[in-house]
């Protein structure tokens, strides 16, 4: 199994920025996948997730109408949007695998598989 992040940069207040996850190794139907982002000093924490499994998807209230999840099937990865980011939302963002259902979609203990990260960095 093997997720690897791409499209991390610095964007500015405003702007957008494509995250991606591609993912090999398993199957979007057995897996819910989940991004995740750690700020300098802080804890990781959950910033959305999809479950192809159960056609769920979730956002961390910080980013409700801001970011947007979905599956891109013809490269096998999962798309994260970020519109008009915040400083705030600067930090490294990975993308994890889980096994579905997972109960807890921002609990970084559910997902078993996690990439190597990308950073992000907002500016004002």
């Known amino acids: 199994v093997q997720l690897v992040e791409s499209g991390g940069g610095e964007v500015q207040t405003g702007g957008f920025l494509e995250l991606s996850c591609t993912v090999s190794?398993?199957?979007?139907?057995?897996?819910?996948i989940g991004w995740f982002r750690q700020a300098p000093g802080k804890e990781r924490e959950g910033v959305a997730s999809i479950s192809e499994a159960d056609g769920k998807i979730d956002y961390a209230d910080s980013v409700k109408g801001r970011f947007t999840i979905s599956t891109d099937f013809p490269n096998n990865a999962v798309i994260l949007h970020l519109y008009n980011p915040r400083p705030g939302a600067t930090a490294v963002y990975f993308c994890?695998?889980?096994?579905?259902?997972?109960?807890?979609?921002?609990?970084?203990?559910?997902?078993?598989?996690w990439g190597q990260g990308t950073q992000v960095t907002v500016s004002s």
């Open positions: 994890a695998a889980g096994v579905a259902p997972i109960d807890s979609a921002v609990s970084a203990n559910n997902y078993q598989y």
């Open positions: 190794g398993l199957s979007f139907g057995t897996h819910d």
